[in-house]
């Protein structure tokens, strides 16, 4: 990993004093705002902090909230009264995304100073031609309307090992193509923003869905552009719903009972393959649950089923 200072320094927006902090893990747990917490979320909220509070780290909560199209009023003070009700609270002030917009336009210039990303006019049906892969060259000629724009990807493999998922490799020029960074309607990718928040913020453990696997290779792909370090990546099992569907908000999944938040707990616990604790308050719990994390313990394999209870 790159040290601290060759990060650009107008990506740094990390307090110095950070800088100066005992080396230790720092992870994050990013939810989007667009629903209620359900049980898939607490899963990786409860594994990023686990892995984090294990390492005798420090735990951050992100709001991604940067598709105001996609976040729903009031959801993310939801989100954020329900993990407090589980015990799980940001260490630091929570970072909102559509508050850091000057940081995404700072990086984006300086892929656009790289000469690393293109306007884009290419229409989805452009690109059905091409199974969806954008070749290095565009199949539309550009018209007056505002362009997407894409960044131009490596001709080579990118590989990973992830903590849980072993050893992952993309060829990112035939299995992505050049992707978007930036939409014709102004906004930043998810690719994009997750790269900056997460150098920005010191972020040295990425713990989330599995879901998200096959994203790493064009965030390394960013990272190495804009001379970021890569952190670490831990990809934990999806939740699966009876029939097989990951689990989400916009599928009406049912949210965790913050009233009640041992039963969903154990029941996280259980599914990141960690031993029951006996405790019966949130905080020892946690602290039990904390000295016992077995990251050995959480399955291997990228998806799992958990039976969804109804107590
Ligand atoms: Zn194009």
């Given at each position: 990993?790159?040290?601290?200072?060759?990060?650009?320094?107008?990506?740094?927006?990390?307090?110095?004093?950070?800088?100066?902090?005992?080396?230790?893990?720092?992870?994050?747990?990013?939810?989007?705002?667009?629903?209620?917490?359900?049980f898939g979320s607490l899963v990786a909220a409860l594994g990023s902090w686990l892995h984090a509070r294990s390492g005798q780290g420090r735990w951050i909560v992100?709001?991604?909230?940067?598709?105001?199209?996609?976040?729903?009023?009031?959801?993310?003070?939801?989100?954020?009264?329900?993990?407090?009700?589980?015990?799980?609270?940001?260490?630091?002030?929570?970072?909102?995304?559509?508050?850091?917009?000057?940081?995404?336009?700072?990086?984006?210039?300086?892929?656009?100073?790289?000469?690393?990303?293109?306007?884009?006019?290419?229409?989805?049906?452009?690109?059905?031609?091409?199974?969806?892969?954008?070749?290095?060259?565009?199949?539309?000629?550009?018209?007056?309307?505002?362009?997407?724009?894409?960044?131009?990807?490596?001709?080579?493999?990118?590989?990973?090992?992830?903590?849980?998922?072993?050893?992952?490799?993309?060829?990112?020029?035939?299995?992505?193509?050049?992707?978007?960074?930036?939409?014709?309607?102004?906004?930043?990718?998810?690719?994009?923003?997750?790269?900056?928040?997460?150098?920005?913020?010191?972020?040295?453990?990425?713990?989330?869905?599995?879901?998200?696997?096959?994203?790493?290779?064009?965030?390394?792909?960013?990272?190495?552009?804009?001379?970021?370090?890569?952190?670490?990546?831990?990809?934990?099992?999806?939740?699966?719903?009876?029939?097989?569907?990951?689990?989400?908000?916009?599928?009406?999944?049912?949210?965790?009972?913050?009233?009640?938040?041992?039963?969903?707990?154990?029941?996280?616990?259980?599914?990141?393959?960690?031993?029951?604790?006996?405790?019966?308050?949130?905080?020892?719990?946690?602290?039990?649950?904390?000295?016992?994390?077995?990251?050995?313990?959480?399955?291997?394999?990228?998806?799992?089923?958990?039976?969804?209870?109804?107590?």
């Amino acid at each position: 990993m790159r040290k601290p200072e060759a990060l650009p320094a107008e990506l740094l927006a990390l307090p110095a004093e950070l800088l100066a902090l005992p080396a230790g893990p720092r992870g994050r747990f990013a939810p989007s705002p667009t629903g209620n917490l359900h049980f898939g979320s607490l899963v990786a909220a409860l594994g990023s902090w686990l892995h984090a509070r294990s390492g005798q780290g420090r735990w951050i909560v992100r709001m991604e909230d940067i598709d105001s199209t996609r976040s729903v009023p009031g959801a993310g003070e939801n989100i954020l009264a329900t993990l407090a009700a589980f015990g799980l609270e940001s260490d630091e002030p929570v970072a909102w995304q559509s508050q850091r917009l000057d940081l995404y336009e700072a990086a984006f210039a300086r892929l656009q100073a790289l000469g690393a990303v293109y306007p884009c006019h290419c229409s989805r049906s452009d690109l059905a031609a091409c199974n969806g892969i954008h070749p290095h060259a565009c199949l539309r000629s550009a018209d007056s309307s505002a362009p997407a724009w894409r960044v131009r990807v490596a001709d080579r493999e990118i590989s990973f090992t992830d903590r849980i998922c072993a050893r992952f490799n993309q060829r990112l020029d035939r299995e992505v193509g050049d992707f978007v960074v930036r939409r014709a309607d102004g906004l930043f990718t998810y690719q994009l923003v997750v790269v900056v928040d997460d150098a920005a913020q010191g972020i040295s453990e990425v713990v989330r869905g599995a879901d998200l696997l096959d994203s790493t290779p064009r965030q390394i792909h960013l990272q190495e552009l804009l001379g970021l370090p890569t952190p670490g990546y831990l990809h934990l099992p999806l939740v699966l719903d009876p029939s097989g569907r990951k689990l989400s908000k916009q599928e009406q999944a049912r949210p965790v009972d913050a009233g009640d938040p041992l039963p969903a707990l154990h029941a996280a616990l259980a599914f990141l393959g960690q031993r029951a604790p006996a405790s019966k308050r949130v905080d020892a719990l946690l602290r039990e649950a904390v000295h016992a994390f077995d990251i050995d313990a959480i399955p291997a394999r990228p998806l799992a089923h958990a039976a969804m209870r109804k107590d």
